[in-house]
């Protein structure tokens, strides 16, 4: 078990630093994993030092100076733990008492089956809670270099925005070439310029959320003709140029502009983003829309709503020409129009050990989407894991790492690469980011259940049930306990 200090002092002297604050991590960058990092180590009484460059050095997509601002969707995807891999780790999250996952329940939005967040609540939350903390110092200030030789535990944090000069700096020390890829932002726009008479209230199969009731989403509906035209407009559209060295980056297959999707068939996005599944239009009850475009509500006030999965790498003025083709969105007025940023990732099975620390600077532990995941919740459950390995190195307990029969350890494996069979020593070689999925999991024996009438099967709800309480149950174990840690 991780000892817990009372106080700053008495984690001094457990240690034998001479003053409370002395000896402790940092952690460089305040984005989602950097602050769950943060939180961890204050949490089992370990001193931290958090590095922030915003608002001194703003990226490409961030706009304020708060810790673990969304920049990209409001969404942490499906909240579902018995029968989605996300909301299982959202629930493993719970349990080992995650600042991210206590803010963003905190500052939940309706949005159906997933978990979304009013984002400037949710970030504000965030930054306060580390503020607050008498173990955790927040500098302001980017790090253009390797850390400081006395600085003898640091968590690398910094995202895929990763500042240029951090990342030449660690490029050169790994001796890799730097992988990338193109991840995008869908755009924002304000409630009162959408057309009610066209649209409607309503969530997918009217299903109810952990933020709302059965109609959290704005559908906007298309018929044939207007569909086949809004994808000839989108792919006629101008698109963002690409710099000549960044040609040959790819896209994450998880977040593509749907322009790109758009060039895959015509018939791409009526199967992706704009399916028209599960949605009764009331205004014309006879008549099933061809496609859908939906819109999830983005604050608190339900003044803002995004355009769901409508990234895009469009140019601006494009955007509001083409978007407004959309049924019911032919006044919309923009909050914020898409983009495209490029993210900047490790090869981490092949430079990182099993407890997420640099081969060739075991000082150095990586989290986030720095290390290889993709997404908001992956990045601060790598962050959770990164806190709690250099929590327990500092004050000299043994922690292993979490099962990989969990979402924490399935995750951590994958980025890891198990840690590295011959299998994972192929991994290094196309390892790519990725979200959890239940395809990162160990296979689950069939099993019976006084409910069913033969063998459970292998495939389909029960499998997916039975590894996320097998998850669970493994997870108490590594927790060590068999009670959730109760919240600060």
């Known amino acids: 078990m991780i000892f817990r200090a009372s106080s700053p002092l008495e984690w001094a002297r457990r240690v034998g630093l001479g003053s409370a604050m002395a000896g402790g991590v940092h952690v460089i960058g305040g984005g989602l994993a950097g602050s769950e990092a943060a939180w961890q180590l204050a949490r089992d009484g370990v001193p931290v030092v958090l590095h922030e460059m915003r608002p001194g050095r703003q990226t490409e997509a961030h706009k304020t100076g708060a810790c673990a601002e969304l920049v990209c969707s409001n969404s942490f995807r499906s909240d579902e733990w018995e029968t989605n891999a996300v909301g299982l780790l959202h629930e493993e999250m719970r349990r080992a008492a995650s600042l991210i996952m206590a803010a963003a329940d905190a500052n939940k939005l309706p949005a159906g089956k997933a978990l979304a967040v009013d984002r400037e609540g949710f970030a504000a939350q965030v930054t306060q809670t580390l503020e607050a903390h008498p173990l955790i110092e927040i500098a302001r200030g980017e790090i253009t270099g390797l850390p400081p030789t006395e600085w003898d535990s640091v968590i ?7 500042s240029p000069a951090l990342a030449r700096t660690i490029q050169d020390l790994t001796g890799e070439a730097e992988l990338a890829f193109f ?79 758009a060039e895959r068939g015509v018939d791409t996005l009526r199967y992706g983003p704009m399916k028209p599944v599960g949605l009764t239009n009331p205004h014309r009850p006879g008549a099933k829309p061809h496609a859908v475009v939906q819109l999830r509500q983005d604050n608190a006030l339900g003044t803002l709503w995004n355009m769901v999965g409508f990234q895009t790498k469009l140019k601006h003025g494009e ?42 600077d075991t000082r150095l532990r990586f989290a986030g989407q720095i290390a290889g995941v993709e997404g908001y919740v992956e990045s601060a459950a790598i962050g959770l894991i990164a806190g709690r390995f250099a929590a327990a190195e500092k004050i000299g307990a043994a922690l292993s790492a979490p099962p990989p029969t969990t979402a924490l350890g399935a995750l951590l494996n994958h980025i890891t690469g198990g840690h590295l069979s011959e299998e994972g020593q192929a991994g290094a070689r196309s390892f790519q980011p990725m979200n959890i999925n239940f395809g990162l999991f160990p296979p689950v024996a069939a099993t019976t259940s006084p409910r069913d009438k033969g063998p459970r099967s292998s495939k389909g709800f029960e499998r997916k049930r039975a590894m996320a309480g097998r998850a669970l149950a493994d997870l108490e174990c590594w927790l060590g306990r068999k009670e959730p840690i109760a919240a600060e």
Not at 156 to 162: F, S, Y
Not at 333 to 355: C, Q, W, Y
Request: charged share 25%.
């Open 183 to 261: 991840d995008a932002i869908a755009p924002i726009l304000h409630h009162d310029s959408i057309d009610m008479n066209v649209c409607w209230r309503q969530s997918r199969y009217d299903k109810t959320g952990p933020g709302g009731g059965d109609a959290d989403y704005i559908n906007c509906p298309l018929d044939k003709g207007q569909y086949e035209a809004f994808i000839a407009a989108l792919l006629a559209a101008e698109k963002t140029a690409f710099k000549d060295f960044e040609a040959t980056t790819p896209y994450f297959e998880g977040c593509l502009p749907i322009e790109v999707m």
């Open 319 to 360: 955007q509001a020409r083409v978007f407004r083709t959309i049924p019911g969105l032919e006044q919309a007025e923009f909050a914020r129009l898409g983009g495209l940023h490029r993210n900047t990732f490790l090869n981490s099975p092949k430079l990182l050990d099993i407890s997420l620390r640099l081969k060739a």
């Open 156 to 162: 690398v944090a910094t995202g895929p925005l990763t």
